[in-house]
């Protein structure tokens, strides 16, 4: 049977509107990730597909697009699903109730350590940007393809808005997800319009930074369309076939779409023809470009690359110790508690340094070294 077709026969078995959405939402990551390695029946699912989509998840988990427990309880949506095909004798046996299938998952209390970007780490990684956009200028072509000032000001975005990755380029887990449009992009007032985690619009501040890099990044470009996508994809592949089928919906047929993409620069099209180009997606931008960077110029932090999310973490808590209201609202939390809880670490801290100063004690007496600074030990 057609995964969709068994999620459809499963959520109908089920009944409840609120697990129906549950499910629904799992499906939107596991369907597009299953179908990307070529699964389009219930009985082609592997415990190898089902191994890897828990690397998925907690690659998700890592990078902060959802949480530990999300994680789980995706999992557990798409497992019992399977259990349900195997009682509808769709499929013999749940590939992905095998143990080995559900290791990579991150235990639901687990600790983990997050990483941050601090202001150092920031700004290393931006003069390093910095540093390869001027040494790409003859890169840029009359057509507005210029891969390191579009990789640059995607960095900027993500470490002055606090953006998360799945809200500014598209994600091939996602459909609804595709990346921020120009007409998205308000440089004058400092505001940009993205899809986020809520699955609802949001209004993320654009600071003057960001938005001078962007604008600057604009002006080479020069997009044809307040539609274009504000980081395009660069992947051959990916863009031809965009092009063939926007030109197919236009009722051109195979023999005609070749004759008018062949021999030609593939955004020459794009531009002249009046086509979109793809975005970016989130993978791209980390296998394509992000991985080699960070390698290349030693920008690692605590022994890793920098992770995406760290990005906004790191913006997170360095507004967070001035004026944590600013902090919430830099990173669109709906309740300040919320903000609190994630920069908890923060306010032990301070609570610690106030309670000190209330109590104005003395320091304790140490055993370990001598009134000399020598150690007893």
């Known amino acids: 049977m057609e995964l969709d077709d068994a999620v459809d026969e499963y959520t109908t078995f089920v009944g409840t509107p609120s697990y129906e959405t549950s499910v629904r939402t799992m499906f939107s990551r596991a369907g597009p990730f299953l179908k990307d390695r070529r699964v389009t029946t219930v009985g082609d699912i592997t415990v190898r597909d089902c191994r890897e989509f828990a690397k998925e998840l907690k690659r998700c988990v890592d990078e902060g697009e959802i949480a530990k427990s999300t994680s789980v309880t995706y999992y557990e949506s798409f497992r019992a699903w399977l259990s349900f095909c195997v009682r509808d004798e769709m499929i013999d046996e749940n590939p992905a109730a095998k143990r080995r299938a559900e290791e990579p998952l991150p235990e639901p209390n687990q600790e983990t350590t997050q990483q941050f970007w601090d202001r150092e780490d920031r700004e290393a990684i931006l003069d390093a940007v910095d540093d390869q956009a001027a040494d790409a200028m003859d890169e840029i072509d009359s057509n507005g393809w210029a891969p390191s000032f579009r990789n640059r000001s995607l960095t900027y975005v993500l470490s002055y808005t606090g953006s998360r990755i799945t809200e500014t380029v598209a994600s091939s887990r996602d459909e609804e997800r595709n ?47 307040d539609q274009w996508p504000v980081f395009p994809s660069g992947s051959p592949p990916h863009l031809y076939t965009e092009a063939h089928q926007q030109l197919a919906d236009r009722g051109l047929d195979e023999a005609d779409r070749e004759e008018l993409l062949e021999g030609r620069d593939i955004y020459e099209v794009f531009r002249e023809e009046t086509l979109i180009p793809p975005s970016l997606t989130g993978s791209g931008f980390r296998y394509g470009f992000w991985h080699d960077f960070v390698d290349e110029y030693g920008l690692h932090i605590d022994g890793e690359r920098p992770k995406f999310h760290a990005a906004r973490r790191g913006l997170g808590d360095e507004l967070y110790r001035e004026n944590p209201r600013l902090a919430q609202s830099a990173l669109r939390h709906n309740d300040l508690r919320t903000t609190h809880k994630s920069y908890s670490h923060i306010q032990a801290s301070e609570t610690a340094e106030e309670v000190e100063e209330m109590m104005d004690a003395d320091d304790p007496r140490g055993f370990l070294q001598d009134d000399e600074g020598d150690s007893h030990l």
Do not use: C, H
């Open 179 to 225: 990346g921020i449009r120009w007409t998205d992009v308000d440089l004058d007032e400092g505001a940009i319009r993205v899809f986020g985690k809520n699955r609802e619009y949001e209004a993320m501040q654009l600071p003057s930074p960001a938005a001078a890099v962007l604008d600057e990044y604009r002006q080479i470009v020069e997009p044809a369309s």
